[in-house]
T-cell receptor, first 112, second 114 residues
Framework: EDKVVQSPLSLVVHEGDTVTLNCSYEVTNFRSLLWYKQEKKAPTFLFML????IEKKSGRLSSILDKKELFSILNITATQTGDSAIYLCAVEAYNAGNMLTFGGGTRLMVKP | DAGVIQSPRHEVTEMGQEVTLRCKPI?????LFWYRQTMMRGLELLIY????????DSGMPEDRFSAKMPNASFSTLKIQPSEPRDSAVYFC????????????FGPGTRLTVL
């Protein structure tokens, strides 16, 4: 059974801090790993990673995948209160259509 | 495009009642997914369709849950009879059948069963 584990479960930081969120996975026939941000509504897409070692970047957010060690990290630099959300990691397998297996999420709170 | 549309956005019902959640996927998307999110269990896939055909319903919790997709632009998730433990946010998502096509989520339906 495919499995995705995120850590930490929750995190409280102050504005300006840098945070690193972790996602480890066990999946047969891995195809891609996705990061989503969820505030008080539906998850919104952040990144899709398919290749090891290639950093994806969007503003203060960046992410990288290690397919050998089976994990990904999501970095947020110079955090802002608007970054407060649940961050979800999901993996997709080749033989599973477009079906995703989600981790439990990391709840990030950024204090002023 | 309006994105994935779900209705109702909120539903409060009493135990034993039938509940029907509705979803309109993004036009042209081949895959449709129903997810349930709770604090305890996180985001779980219930069922997904490809070209209106149910492919995997192993996540459907029990026979009280059923889902249909009569055409490419409409799907329903029905719970009959509903129970308090069904209280959750139910998301519908759709995606293209392309390599790496990522799901786009609807706004969700918050269901409360009293």
């Amino acid at each position: 059974e495919d499995k995705v584990v995120q850590s930490p479960l929750s995190l409280v930081v102050h504005e300006g801090d840098t945070v690193t969120l972790n996602c480890s996975y066990e999946v047969t026939n891995f195809r891609s790993l996705l990061w989503y941000k969820q505030e008080k509504k539906a998850p919104t897409f952040l990144f899709m990673l398919t290749s090891s070692g290639i950093e994806k970047k969007s503003g203060r957010l960046s992410s990288i995948l290690d397919k050998k060690e089976l994990f990904s990290i999501l970095n947020i630099t110079a955090t802002q209160t608007g970054d407060s959300a649940i961050y979800l990691c999901a993996v997709e397998a080749y033989n599973a259509g477009n079906m995703l297996t989600f981790g439990g999420g990391t709840r990030l709170m950024v204090k002023p | 495009d309006a994105g994935v549309i779900q209705s109702p956005r909120h539903e409060v019902t009493e135990m034993g009642q039938e509940v029907t959640l509705r979803c309109k996927p993004i036009s042209g998307h081949d895959y449709l997914f129903w997810y349930r999110q709770t604090m305890m269990r996180g985001l779980e896939l219930l069922i997904y369709f490809n070209n209106n055909v149910p492919i995997d319903d192993s996540g459907m919790p029990e026979d009280r849950f059923s889902a249909k997709m009569p055409n490419a632009s409409f799907s329903t998730l029905k719970i009959q009879p509903s129970e308090p433990r069904d209280s959750a946010v139910y998301f519908c998502a759709s995606s293209l059948a392309l390599r790496g096509g990522r799901p786009y989520f609807g706004p969700g339906t918050r269901l409360t069963v009293l």
